[in-house]
């Protein structure tokens, strides 16, 4: 491991820290600066030449400030003729804009892979894109993870005879009953619509939910709409308790509030892919590490194994 080099940005110093601890390396130092114009310049502070560098930066809020941020880290490391460069995007932001459904409307996402290559990363490696599609807009090899051995592992803990696992729309149907084989569970799935101003409607739930202990499961959780939305088919349809589980618990706008003021609601579970800010103070939140799942993706990458065998359960 003596040629793997991590640095990390400003959006997750602590997820990097974490990194580093299970790698068995040091997090490298390094040094944004703000200059009188509003620019950004970045310096990494360790030697970066030939080395296999990994730069560790979830695109979290504010997303354009850390998305520059990491535009220039991985500059400075291709200036510092590193052998290598890749970006550790735990949450890959801009996966929601993944096609032109309006007219005149951008593609974030393809164009934030473009910009990412053309910056000089040789690789990515992410964690739960929001579209699968996201993963062909790099022209440069993305490894791909999931959550759903972290969230499974928790839920584990549980008497999970009476459970079932909810999907709140069709698009995640498919990662929902994986997460429901690993717990050997039934599951369910919302119909859902949505409309401009953001505004989301659930027709109805398909699959039966009442009597049951639901585990509500969904990527991210930014505003909390939808969740919130699906909620009340739950108690109307009898169900007996529900968790919520997320990978990206971003919870914009007292969406964390929300959700824990519903007093049918138990536990609320997401991972650390982006800092949860009050976390340590709300009852109801659980945050899982996925610096693990991480780190030995990165060990593997950097030896040359097989990263898909982390998929395994």
Known sequence: MADLTV????AHPGLAAEISAALGVPLQPSRVQRFANDCLQVQLQANCRERDVFLV????PPVQEHLVELLLMINAARGASASRITVVIPHYAYARSDKKDAPRISIGGRLVA???TAAGADRVLTVALHSPQVHGFFSVPVDHLHALGELAGHFRRHDLSNAVVVSPDLGYAKEASAFARRLGAGVAMGAKQRYENDRVE???VIGEVRGKDVIVIDDEIAKGSTVLELLGHLRRQGARSIRVACTHGLFCGGALERLGAQDDVLEIVCTNTIPVDGAEHHPKLVV???APALAEAMRRIHAGESVSELFHD
């Open 7 to 10: 640095f990390s940005g400003t």
């Open 57 to 60: 930066q979830p695109l979290n």
């Open 114 to 116: 473009d910009l990412l």
């Open 202 to 204: 659930i027709s109805t």
């Open 288 to 290: 899982l590490s996925i």
